[in-house]
């Protein structure tokens, strides 16, 4: 009797250390299908959002660098390195390429994209700051692609599906050749359609006129249309000005510029947020663009 209730014992450990063993394998092997679940979770996340990062931004990283172009460092002003106590706005120049032409010269080239934006800054700062920078403009290399044309007065805008925009119109007749050029960029009534997919800095400015404006904040936007793809149509930048009656007429200027990937056919237009409130023949009234990576 006694060895029965001893091998009942022993059965019944060995039976309760089996359903013991069962539990923990069944939990470690919940936790590796868990494992494996979410490993595979993460790598599909990661696979589309690098689909959807190279759909997105590969076109532009694949631009490699600017045009090289070189000018003497002396056309804007002392070199940072001669002076200790040196021009701020020139310590920008410090990322350009330097390369001594004799005793008393040196040349300072862009070469790629980083100086390129530095000489950007630098030439904006000077500008803001009223600084004397002589730099030649006919120095600079003319871009196989860009266009600079003078803003005219707005038209009636017939679609309102993207609010009160009224676009600035353009002579596409003629041009002034002394301020005015266009390349390799259609010009319509409108604005600018691109014939070249690539990166482009954008820009313009328009002037507003004090007398009959009844708006006092005025709105200045950059605006793309997309006929390819819709969804990208809309505002790329927005200014606002406020009508001054104590400023000169000088100061009711609005500018607004940067750099956008942009795509064959796509339209770039000027629009303001009223009509007449703009002075067409403000020297302040133009937009432009050039191709960065031509």
């Not at 500008?127 to 403009?137: A, R």
């Not at 003629?174 to 014939?195: A, L, M, N």
């Not at 104590?246 to 500018?255: G, H, K, L, R, V």
Request: hydrophobic content about 35%; aromatic content about 8%; proline content about 3%.
């Amino acid at each position: 009797m006694k060895k029965s209730v001893k091998t009942s014992h022993h059965n019944d450990r060995k039976h309760t250390i089996r359903q013991k063993a069962w539990r923990i394998a069944g939990t470690c092997l919940s936790f590796i299908a868990l494992v494996f679940a979410l490993t595979a979770i993460v790598i599909l996340c990661m696979k589309m959002n690098g689909n959807a990062m190279t759909q997105d931004f590969q076109p532009a990283s694949e631009v490699k660098q600017y045009s090289r172009f070189c000018f003497k460092c002396a056309l804007v002003g002392d070199y940072p390195d001669h002076h200790p106590k040196h021009n701020p706005l020139l310590e920008m120049l410090n990322n350009l390429t330097r390369h001594e032409i004799d005793d008393h010269n040196s040349e300072c080239c862009v070469e790629n994209d980083r100086q390129f934006k530095a000489l950007v800054a630098f030439l904006s700062a000077s500008l803001i700051t009223n600084q004397d920078v002589k730099l030649p403009i006919n120095l600079l290399p003319a871009a196989s692609v860009s266009a600079h044309k003078h803003l005219l007065r707005e038209q009636h805008s017939t679609d309102k599906k993207y609010g009160e925009h009224f676009p600035l119109t353009l002579n596409t007749s003629s041009h002034d050749p002394s301020y005015e050029h266009v390349r390799g960029v259609d010009v319509t009534k409108d604005g600018f359609i691109v014939k070249y997919t690539g990166l482009y800095y954008v820009y313009s400015s328009v002037q507003f006129k004090r007398q009959q404006v009844t708006d006092k904040t005025l709105y200045h936007y950059l605006h793309r249309i997309s006929f390819n793809n819709p969804m990208q149509t809309g505002v790329l930048l927005r200014s606002v000005h406020t009508i001054c009656q104590s400023c000169p007429q000088s100061q009711e200027t609005s500018f607004a510029g940067g750099i956008f990937y942009l795509k064959s056919a796509d339209k770039v237009q000027v629009c303001v947020s009223a009509l007449g409130v703009v002075d067409e023949q403000g020297e302040a009234m133009y937009m432009g663009l050039t191709m960065l990576n031509a």
